[in-house]
């Protein structure tokens, strides 16, 4: 069993120069199994250049090796014997072993990659620790030594290495792009992958921000007043001059650089660059930077710099700064808002090679604390003390001047901590900065503790597929920067997921329903990450309930965008570039925020079984929720049906009826059927939580038997407007609407995302056409299966046979601008099992989104996570077919032909579950425990896994698309009963 790797690889380059044979008995059956295997991995590593190596009596498993180190029972002290021999470190040696010893050994001693070898003893190996587990020695693949080449993405590429995203040469037009595609981060803080030596200027855009710090700003614009709130941008602590000789400051640019090369190691969360310059002078000197984000202490962060003089000695002297003079001109259409949102700094030096910077938000008031030490190695090679410097009003640091010469570099190095007012038990964030510098060592320890945290989350998210090259760097570069972004909660971290990450200042680093797409990723492997998250909405239940009163509605009204106290941060109005007007921005009516919230809650419940979370928290959201859109019903009692007015859905280009812009729709059917689905599930909770002691919460709700039987009238009644053809309309008169040109508009803008722009500035309106910027009937079909929406409308009084569900899909598919990243994640979850190569061309344009900045720049400002996590979601649920209900997993696999395996592990009610799935066959592994067998339903039938055994079942190949053929799984986990559907 090909597998996912439980504990990836920590090298630093991202590839492996040398691989070690040790077999536990070279003379048994096993080594003549893979005697032939070894002889052709041999010659296929020699001929890439990578040396080889065996480990123990030396036969068994053919020659020549390299180096071979004879042991009878070889231990890692052999291991390492080899290493030494090879001349190679063993983070770059892959170790493929048959022996769940050697396996503990090798991962003790650091090799790069672990491997186990026969997938019978898979389940031993994986829990000695291997990193993945192989049948056959031909299946191993290593990532070698990497050549520019293949597709750009933000100028970058990936080599052979799917765990790398490198960048060659200066690039300003796309430094931007790199910058947000290389931020490392940690939950709490994130930096870009600015260089270093720059402050904010057209090119680069340092940024440090802090999860849940914002500040609140006013300007005025054109003669309006304007009020935003903004995710702060924090003082820079990466900033570093250099400059040899008594010469200028070195200023990276196409005229004195030499070579440039940037690698993000995916594996370790650690950027390095290296850097050759001549200066004026004609010395020429390498420059080497590694910087990371602690993922083990959330306050650190790390760099450190090594110079080396190639043809000259002498002095170089280098500054490492913390510049506070930042501010946030992240974002091309923010530049007219004013953008200072920290006060004046304050330095202190508390004891050598210590700086402290202290600054305050303007209006939020919140405290930040930078603690930075600044150390060199070797110490013999600069002054004895680095001296204070203040080269401006807001920045301030250390110089130090290095002796170098050929062969003899120096490091500088610099350890950070970061912390704010917001955190728990703290008495200020000075001394609070200054307790965690204390208790953090040096760059090196830092680094290693570090490369063991990113190691132990691999272990629970990577996911493999067995394909190389483009899509593989895509879905790991994605799932790197979901994590960078969620890493750190808790519930003393009061943080939402921002849409577009730690990554920028893109929608001004707000909250939005993007969030709803993130947490299946996370509920299967980190729930307590969900319910922490899930917090951040609770917290602003009573914000939420007062905006609902403000507007005349009961319950809680929850806003489009969310910062720092859950009011509404959507602006009211957006500036059109193309025309120079002022558009009004209707965005805030998208009410259904409130249902994507209600529906996370439920899920984790479905996914954990956690009544605790219900009852606390969670049966709270679900009830002020169902009492506001119960409060938008209107009941039509000619018709017997409950209408919502008012409202937008999903697509977003409709904010009225034509002619009335910013008036709402009338039964949008998104949003009427998510409110049966809500009234559906309050009901059933509160029929749950009966079991349960609960009076305090039904006592501080005033929840009645008579509100509950008005919940479950409407949620049967609510109406939903269909065309003539059986499709469901997208909202009430959506059928007087005109057609829309799509290929005259597409021959003249090329780039059509942006339609509503568009046509403003022709002085037109998206509320006159059939049209959408992204999904939003078709959501229903990414949520639900389509069984289970036929089940849900047929409760509610309709029929939605199969060919209305085909005809649906193809009805909005024809007419969607796909101007949302999230479009892609919906498309292809809609088409996963009625058209697989349309459903694959969907993913590998959301997987993209980000690193090929499908958008056309706005990357540069965040990337677009719930895109990010959607594009990974797709390949562990909708692919598999995975769902969680009634108490047992229930999978019901379609693998497109692209993917050669998708493997992964979850998390399912506390026990860990290892599944591969290829073309022909479903593996999975339960792991060990005293727990009894788990219930699996694959397609029809229901069978009981043991634990701690490696369980195979064959895979029917998919037929050609029918009637009757099953729809894809619902994107969340439903709970009725499986979906046969078109």
């Known amino acids: 069993m090909s597998g996912v790797p439980e504990h990836p690889p920590t090298h630093g380059a991202g590839a492996y120069g040398a691989v070690v044979l040790a077999p536990a008995a070279p003379g048994g059956t096993s080594a003549r199994r893979h005697a032939r295997e070894a002889a052709a991995l041999f010659a296929r590593l020699r001929a890439d250049g990578v040396l080889t190596g065996l480990v123990g009596p030396g036969t068994g498993f053919p020659g020549p090796a390299d180096v071979v180190v004879p042991a009878g029972a070889a ?51 994986r829990a000695a620790g291997a990193h993945l587990v192989i049948d056959r020695l031909d299946a191993l693949e290593v990532p070698l030594p990497s050549a520019p080449g293949g597709p750009p993405w933000g100028g970058g590429h990936g080599g052979h290495s ?71 941008n924090a003082p820079d602590w990466t900033r570093l001059q250099y400059r040899t000789g008594d010469g200028p400051w070195f200023a990276p640019a196409p005229g004195n650089v030499l070579s440039w090369e940037q690698d993000l190691d995916l594996r370790t969360g650690v950027l390095t660059r290296r850097l050759r310059f001549r200066d004026g002078a004609g010395r020429t000197t390498r420059v080497t930077t590694r910087r990371f984000v602690s993922m083990e202490r959330r306050h650190v962060a790390a760099q450190d710099a090594e110079f080396e003089a190639e043809d000259w000695s002498g002095a170089l002297t280098v500054r490492t700064l913390v510049d506070a003079g930042v501010a946030n001109r992240n974002v091309r259409d923010d530049a007219a808002l004013a953008h200072h ?33 600044t150390t060199t190695v070797p110490a013999a090679r600069a002054d004895p003390q680095p001296d204070p410097v203040r080269p401006g009003p807001r920045a301030a640091g250390h110089e130090l001047r290095l002796r170098l010469a050929p062969g003899r570099p120096a490091r500088v190095g610099t350890v950070v901590a970061v912390t704010t007012s917001h955190d728990r038990a703290i008495s200020t964030p000075a001394l609070a900065a200054l307790a965690e510098l204390e208790r953090a060592g040096g760059v090196d320890e830092l680094l290693a503790e570090h490369r063991t945290a990113w190691q132990s989350l691999w272990a629970a998210f990577a996911v493999s597929t067995g394909a190389r090259g483009r899509q593989s760097l895509a879905l790991n570069l994605n799932t790197f920067h979901v994590l960078q972004t969620v890493a750190a909660a808790d519930p003393d971290l009061d943080a939402g997921v921002p849409a577009r990450g730690l990554h920028g200042e893109g929608y001004r680093g707000h909250v939005f329903w993007d969030e709803m797409f993130v947490y299946p990723m996370l509920t299967l492997r980190r729930p307590e990450w969900t319910r922490a998250l899930l917090a951040y909405r609770y917290r602003r239940l009573p914000a939420a309930r007062a905006a609902a009163r403000a507007a005349g509605h009961e319950g809680a009204m929850f806003p489009w965008r969310s910062g720092s106290d859950g009011r509404e941060e959507t602006p009211s109005a957006l500036f059109n570039p193309r025309s120079g007007h002022w558009m009004p921005d209707n965005s805030r009516l998208q009410r259904h925020v409130g249902l994507a919230i209600a529906h996370s809650v439920w899920q984790y419940y479905q996914a954990t079984g956690d009544t605790r979370f219900l009852i606390e928290q969670g049966a709270e959201l679900v009830v002020e929720i169902a009492r506001f859109f119960t409060s938008l019903t209107t009941y039509d009692p000619e018709a017997d049906r409950w209408d919502i007015d008012g409202v937008m859905g999903p697509d977003e280009y409709h904010d009225g009826r034509p002619g009335a812009p910013g008036s709402g729709l009338r039964n949008n059917a998104y949003t009427n059927v998510m409110t049966a689905w809500l009234l559906t599930r309050a009901v059933e909770m509160v029929a749950r939580l009966e079991e349960h002691y609960c009076g305090p919460l039904w006592q501080r709700l005033d929840l ?74 078709l959501m229903l079909l990414y949520l639900f299966s389509a069984e289970e929406l036929r089940e849900l409308l047929a409760r509610m009084g309709y029929a939605f046979p199969a060919e209305a569900v085909r005809a649906t899909v193809e009805h909005y598919t024809a007419r969607s601008a796909h101007g949302s990243t999230l479009s892609g994640v919906v498309h292809s979850w809609v088409e996963a099992r009625r058209d697989r190569r349309s459903s694959w061309a969907y993913l590998t344009h959301a997987l993209d989104s980000d690193l ?71 593996r999975l592994y339960l792991g060990p425990g005293p727990a009894g067998p788990l219930r699996l339903r694959l397609d029809d039938r229901v069978h009981e896994l043991a634990p701690g055994r490696l369980h195979e079942f064959p895979i029917r190949s998919p037929a050609t698309p029918r009637t009757d053929a099953r729809a894809a799984p619902a994107a969340t986990a439903p709970d009725p009963e499986p979906t046969p559907h078109a």
């Open 75 to 125: 231990d890692g002290a052999d291991l390492l014997t080899a290493a030494r021999l090879l001349c190679v470190e063993p983070e770059h040696i892959a170790v493929v072993t048959d022996s769940p010893r050697l396996v503990r050994a090798a991962v003790a001693c650091g090799f790069g990659l672990v491997a186990g070898l026969d997938g019978v003893s898979g389940g031993r190996l």
């Open 162 to 232: 799917a765990w790398n995203l490198r960048h060659d040469g200066l690039d300003p037009a796309r430094e931007g792009t790199r910058e947000a595609l290389c931020t490392l981060g940690n939950g709490y803080l994130a930096t870009r992958g600015s260089a270093c030596e720059f402050p904010a200027d057209g090119t680069h855009c340092p940024g440090t921000y802090l999860a849940g710090v914002y500040n609140r700003l006013r300007t005025t614009v054109d003669g309006r007043t304007l009020e935003h709130e903004h995710l702060v």
């Open 341 to 373: 949102h920290l006060g004046d700094p304050h330095f202190t030096r508390p004891a050598p090679g210590v700086l402290l910077a202290e600054v305050r938000t303007g209006q939020s008031g919140v405290g930040i604390a930078v603690a930075a030490r």
């Open 704 to 777: 009645g038997e008579d509100e509950v039987a008005r919940w479950d009238r409407i949620r049967t009644r609510l109406r939903v407007p269909f065309l003539a053809d059986g499709v469901i309309a997208q909202f009430e008169g959506y059928e007087q609407l005109a057609e829309f040109d799509w290929e005259a508009y597409r021959a003249r803008y090329g780039n059509i995302g942006r339609l509503d722009l568009i046509l403003e500035a022709e002085g037109r309106s998206p509320n006159d056409h059939r049209l959408t910027k992204q999904a939003d009937v």
């Open 852 to 922: 090929a900045d499908v958008q056309g720049g706005t990357t540069r400002e965040g990337v677009h996570l719930g895109a990010m996590a959607g594009s990974v979601d797709i390949l562990t649920r909708c692919y598999t077919g995975l769902e969680l209900r009634e108490d047992m997993l229930w999978l019901h696999p379609v693998i497109p032909p692209e993917l050669p395996e998708v493997s992964f592990s979850l998390l399912y009610r506390g026990r860990p579950v290892q599944l591969e799935l290829t073309g022909d066959a479903l």
